[in-house]
C-alpha cells in the first residue's frame, strides 16, 4: 500500500512530509523522485541561514515510518467574502443551530 501511494505521488509531483522511522525527523514537503525495488529517492530543500540547499536522498522502504501529504491549500490572496461558508450551503443540508 506504501509502495503504491509513494508511486502515486512520485507520478504527481505532489508534494508530501515523510517521516523517517530510523533517523525519527520529518521531512518536510519532499518530492518523490524515483522508486526503484526498496529504495525510494526523495528530493528537498533546506532553509539555512540566507542558504538555500536542495538534498536528494535515497531511503528503504522499511525506514519510512509514515507519509502525509496537504488536502487543500486556500490562497491568502482571496478575499474572505469570496471564501464559501455554511451560508451558502442550501436550507436542506445545513446543522441545526445551537
Not at 523517517?20 to 522508486?35: G, K, N, P, T, Y
Not at 536528494?56 to 478575499?79: D, H, N, Y
Request: glycine share 4%; with cysteine.
Amino acid at each position: 500500500m506504501l509502495h503504491r501511494k509513494l508511486a502515486q505521488f512520485c507520478a504527481e509531483q505532489r508534494p508530501v512530509w515523510i517521516y523517517l522511522s530510523d533517523q525519527q525527523c520529518w521531512i518536510e514537503q519532499a518530492l518523490v523522485v524515483e522508486i526503484e525495488g526498496e529504495t525510494v529517492t526523495i528530493r528537498y530543500d533546506e532553509q539555512d541561514d540566507d542558504e538555500r540547499q536542495t538534498w536528494e536522498i535515497s531511503v528503504r522502504l522499511q525506514a519510512i515510518g509514515a507519509v502525509s501529504t496537504r488536502l487543500a491549500r486556500v490562497s491568502m490572496s482571496t478575499a474572505a467574502e469570496d471564501l464559501p461558508t455554511t451560508g451558502d450551503c442550501p436550507e436542506a443540508e445545513r446543522l441545526g443551530q445551537s
